[in-house]
Structures are given as C-alpha cells and as structure tokens.
C-alpha cells in the first residue's frame, strides 16, 4: 500500500479542493472526538499506531515528487500524543522539505508549534481544528485533544514564526458551536487568516458515541438528520437550507472580521470567499 495518494474523500464529488496528494504518519488517532468520521472505516481507531516501515517507504515514494501538494493528514492526526516524544512527523516533513514539496498540516494538537522552524522554512501552512474556543465544551467533544485554550497559543506561536494558519470549525454541530462569534472575533485577534467549516455528518458509529455522550442534544438535532436529512455515501447530513443558513452565518460573521472563507464538502461553494482549504495563504518560499 502506498504512503502518498491522491487526496479524493469519499469520491462524492463535494470537494472543492485543489489537487493535492495525502499522507497519513500515523494510522488511527487517540484524541477521541465523538463525531470522528474516520473511526467508521479504520480498524482499532483508538489505538494510534505509526506506519509499519514508515520512514525507509516514505524516502522511496517522497523521492518521486517535485513540488506537489502534501495535505497530512486526513484519516488521522498527524500530532497523535506520542509524537510529542516519538518524532515521526517531523522527520516526514523533513524528507518532505527534501524533496521540494508544499506542506499543509491538518491538526488539532499544539505539538504542532513545535515544528515551527522548519515549517517556516518553506511553503508550507497549518490548518488548526478548532470547534469551539469553550475548553468545557471541547473537553466533552474532542476529550483526548489538546484545548481550544492550548491550540490559540500554538496559532499564535506558528504566526509569530512567519507560518500562516487558517482554522478549520469542523464539525460544526447545530445548537453546540453553529454560532461562533467569538472564536472568529478571537482568531482575528490573533491573525488567522482563513476559515474552514463543515457540518456534522452522522455516520452510524458517530452518532451513537455522539447521543451516548450528549443524549438531551442528541434527541434535539435527531429529527434534522434523520426526518430532514440527506444520505451522502454513508452519511447523513442536514438538509441543504440547513446547511446553507448555518454556514452562510458563519460566513458573514467571518466577513465581518475580514477573514477568508470557505465550506467543505457541503454542495455550497457559492458561500466560498477563497480556495476551501486556505492553500490561498500558502507562502510562496522556495522549496528546501
Ligand atoms: S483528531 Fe481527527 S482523526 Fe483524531 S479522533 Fe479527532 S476527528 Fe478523528
């Protein structure tokens, strides 16, 4: 099995991106979010374990590229806790920089400002996952991940290095994090440029981790999904007013702050103010 692939979720036709290749470091995540949708399709999720063989294959596939677009990661995060002591994502992102490659990290964790240094060093931005700025509210959502409190100041460290960083609110769950006002006006504050948002999309083993975690909101947004609902793949997402209000809102709230905009995966990139995944930001340094 190859390391790097084509970026194409789920082959449903509702990403915007623009093409880029994935890699994951690490197969399966500890962080523990209730509305995971990778849990659905990875084996023994929970139990984060790296790539068997992985630096020795990722220096013979790496070797091949020449400038592409490397978006890590997308099944997993790259920041699981053991990289804090383990390492192994900054040494793919060293063979990465080697190799001439622009680098987009999707995480949820502050370890990522660690990296800051070589991150800087070339085109490369950071795509930080933060759902709510309420550390109470993540706690229950996202129980193993870092806090929305530890993820501002790992933004803020990665800006100050000279690194761009968009956010992604995703998911956003109706009646818990669909009006976001603060966060947006928070990362402004502190120089984000760009947003990311995608709803919720219920999958059969997120949604019971969901309704067992969070029972009363469970049994309030049930008939959204489920009497009103639309099936994408495996999923069951809000109906498409639904999803247009909400995110719409979101959009002019982040108009409103002067940041960028864009949705993912929502069959709406009219509400798009820039490139879905901030890659607009990305710093034209030459590869290392
Ligand atoms: S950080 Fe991402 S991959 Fe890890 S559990 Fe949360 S949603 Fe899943």
Not at 153 to 162: M, N, P, S, T, V
Not at 175 to 189: F, G, K, M, W
Request: proline content about 8%; charged content about 25%.
């Amino acid at each position: 099995m190859p390391l790097i692939t084509s970026f194409d979720p789920w082959r449903s036709g509702l990403c915007t991106c623009p093409p880029k290749l994935t890699f994951n470091p690490y197969t399966g995540c500890d962080h523990k979010c209730l509305y995971c949708y990778a849990s659905s399709y990875i084996p023994n999720f929970a139990d984060c374990r790296p790539k068997k063989d992985l630096l020795a294959q990722l220096r013979r596939e790496a070797a091949k590229l020449n400038g592409e677009t490397i978006s890590i990661a997308n099944s997993s995060d790259p920041y699981p806790r053991a990289e804090a002591s383990e390492g192994l994502t900054r040494r793919c992102l060293e063979i990465f920089a080697g190799n001439n490659c622009k680098i987009q990290i999707i995480t949820k964790s502050n370890i990522v400002a660690r990296d800051d240094d070589l991150l800087s060093k070339v085109p490369a931005i950071v795509a930080l996952t933060i759902t709510t700025d309420d550390d109470n509210l993540a706690k229950q959502l996202e129980p193993n991940a870092p806090s929305p409190s530890q993820r501002f100041r790992a933004a803020q460290d990665l800006i100050k290095a000279g690194v761009p960083v968009s956010v992604r609110i995703d998911p956003i769950i109706p009646l818990v994090n669909d009006l976001p006002e603060n966060l947006i006006a928070t990362l402004a504050s502190i120089g984000v440029k760009h947003i990311t948002c995608s709803t919720y999309k219920a999958k059969a083993d997120n949604w019971k981790r969901l309704s067992e975690a969070m029972p009363k909101l469970a049994e309030k947004i049930k008939p959204f999904y489920f009497e009103q609902g639309e099936k994408v793949g495996g999923s069951v997402i809000l109906p498409k007013e639904l999803r247009f209000k909400i995110l719409k809102n979101v959009r002019d709230l982040a108009d409103s702050y002067g940041l960028k905009f864009g949705v993912c995966r929502e069959g709406l990139p009219q509400l798009n103010t820039a490139a879905c995944d901030g890659s607009w930001i990305m710093p034209k340094r030459e590869a290392q």
